[in-house]
């Protein structure tokens, strides 16, 4: 991994959850929390629970001070929008401070059940954006499932956005 492809691919994480949070602005309060039985019950949970891993990684990865997110914090979609869109600039400011020998380095932490754990920045990175992927995959199907057309957040559409003449 380089610097570049590290910052290519956490922006395209974030430019495809604030697709995303920008289609779950469209729907209904209650769709938004409604218990679907999917993935973290509804789409607001779905999307707070990426949220959460987000902020987790960032705070194992980046800056181990800041305290340990809340796993059942869900709040309104205006609050997350605000404090999501916060984060990933947080995450795309730190990832260009990074260089090729950073991506070697290891991330000591603690998970939620007490054990030990130990990934490589370069893995961290690679997993915040698959995690994301996971759960946005997720939310659309519920989007789409409730009769609205979701987003096109698949990488392939990053790629092309970005080589489209401006």
């Known amino acids: ?61 980046v800056d181990t001070s800041l305290p340990y997110p809340d796993p059942k914090f869900v709040p309104d979609l205006k609050t997350l929008d605000s404090l999501w869109r916060e984060l990933l600039r947080k995450w795309e400011a730190w990832v260009q401070t990074l260089t090729e020998a950073d991506f070697d380095r290891p991330v000591a932490y603690r998970l939620r059940d007490g054990s030990v754990g130990e990934t490589s920045v370069k893995h961290v990175i690679l997993h915040l954006v698959n995690h994301g992927t996971l759960h946005r995959g997720q939310v659309m199907a519920l989007i789409r499932a409730a009769g609205v057309p979701p987003p096109a957040t698949d990488l392939i559409f990053y790629y092309r956005e970005l080589a489209a003449p401006k």
């Open 1 to 61: 991994m380089t610097p570049e492809e590290a910052l290519l691919h956490i922006r395209y994480t974030g430019w495809a959850s604030c697709k995303l949070l920008d289609a779950a602005r469209q729907l209904p309060a209650d769709l938004l929390s409604k218990d679907l039985s999917v993935s973290h019950q509804s789409i607001l949970g779905t999307l707070a629970h990426t949220f959460f891993a987000d902020s987790v990684w960032y705070m194992r990865t």
